[in-house]
Structure formats: structure tokens, C-alpha cells
């Protein structure tokens, strides 16, 4: 499978109260075709409304895919990537960038009581992350390509695998919507900042 059409990638970028996100609608060929913001409450539960809310602001039906960056963005504001997946009725995947051991730890570390019970209960519905390799477009400076990790709702694990290996551009870690999308939610944070 090669990447799909137009992919949104949702990004966030955290600041003291508020987490930012922004939406990136990119091409297969790597064009941006579109932008839009939301925001979400850093430690809260909001970030799944805030990234459905961001796509219907959007209003782009030519999205096949939307790929998010992680799962627990906004100081562990977890997203629930199956009511993603219900809401928008598009594949969803969330790429990582790192092996890790799972966030049960660190969501009881920071959490307990209802707060935790909340986020375990959301954290636990997520499917198993997969490793990825990215193959030679994932190369850098002679390196051997770095494994990304994706999980995947709506779309069969090897085929979200495959779109994500279509989305890296050449000398890129991130997938294109995803590295796009960060620099926007970044940018944004920061114009408000100043504001």
C-alpha cells in the first residue's frame, strides 16, 4: 500500500494551561493542502474532542487517513483512538518514535483515584503498538533507519504500516502530515504566547 491521497496529521504542542493542536492536510506527493488549530487543557481528558472538533472545523471529506502524533499528548491528556476512529470514520493510527515500556507507570505515578481510573480505562482500550521499519527513506546521514511504532485503529496493522512508511519523506524521521503538523502546532502555541 502506498501513503493515501491526503492524510491529516494532528500534532500537539504543550504550553503551561493549554495544549495546541494543529492539523496538517498533506498530499501523497508531500504538499500541504490545509491547515486548522483546536486546543485542549494540558492534564486533562479533552484531547479526543479537541481532535475531532479540529477535523469537523476542517470540513475536508478528501481525508482518507489521520495519523496522530502519540497517544497521551498535553501531560497525559490520553486520546481515545477508537471514538476518534467512530467520530470520523476514517482509519486512525499513532506514530511514536520510541520503544517504550507503556504509560501504565508513569499515568499512575502522576494520578490517582478517578483521574487515573479515567485514563487507564482509555489507555487500556488502545490496540497494541507495532514496530515499523522505515526502510532506506528513514536513513539518515548513513545511519541505519530508526523504527517508528504505530496503533492502528479502522486499517489492519501492516497496512497502517505501509501508509506510515509512505508518509516519510527522504532524511525525515516524522511522516510528512505529522512533521508538518508540528511545526504548526509549535508556530501556534508561540503567536499566542505572545499575544
Do not use: K, Q
Not at 500537539?12 to 504538499?31: K, N, P, Q, W
Not at 479526543?48 to 471529506?61: K, M, N, Q, S, Y
Not at 516519510?168 to 501556534?188: D, Y
Amino acid at each position: 500500500m502506498t501513503a493515501p491521497s491526503r492524510t491529516l496529521g494532528i500534532a500537539f504542542s504543550d504550553g503551561e494551561r493549554i495544549g495546541r493542536l494543529a492539523g496538517a492536510v498533506v498530499r501523497d506527493d508531500g504538499t500541504l493542502d490545509g491547515l486548522g488549530f483546536a486546543a485542549c487543557t494540558v492534564g486533562g481528558t479533552d484531547a479526543t474532542d479537541a481532535a475531532i472538533a479540529l477535523f469537523d472545523r476542517l470540513g475536508r471529506e478528501d481525508v482518507r487517513h489521520v495519523a496522530v502524533a502519540g497517544v497521551a499528548p498535553a501531560w497525559f491528556n490520553v486520546l481515545d483512538l477508537p471514538r476518534v476512529h467512530d467520530a470520523l470514520d476514517r482509519p486512525v493510527y499513532a506514530v511514536s518514535y520510541e520503544a517504550s515500556p507503556g504509560l501504565e507507570p508513569a499515568l499512575r505515578e502522576a494520578f490517582d483515584g478517578e483521574a487515573l481510573a479515567r485514563r487507564l480505562d482509555t489507555y487500556r482500550s488502545l490496540p497494541p503498538r507495532i514496530r515499523v521499519e522505515r526502510g532506506e527513506s528513514g536513513r539518515v546521514a548513513g545511519d541505519s533507519p530508526e523504527p517508528l511504532f504505530v496503533r492502528a485503529v479502522g486499517i489492519d496493522a501492516d497496512e497502517a504500516a505501509a501508509a506510515v512508511r509512505g508518509l516519510v519523506r527522504e532524511g525525515f524521521r516524522r511522516p510528512e502530515p505529522l512533521r508538518v503538523a508540528a511545526i504548526a502546532a509549535s508556530a501556534h502555541r508561540e503567536a499566542l504566547t505572545e499575544e
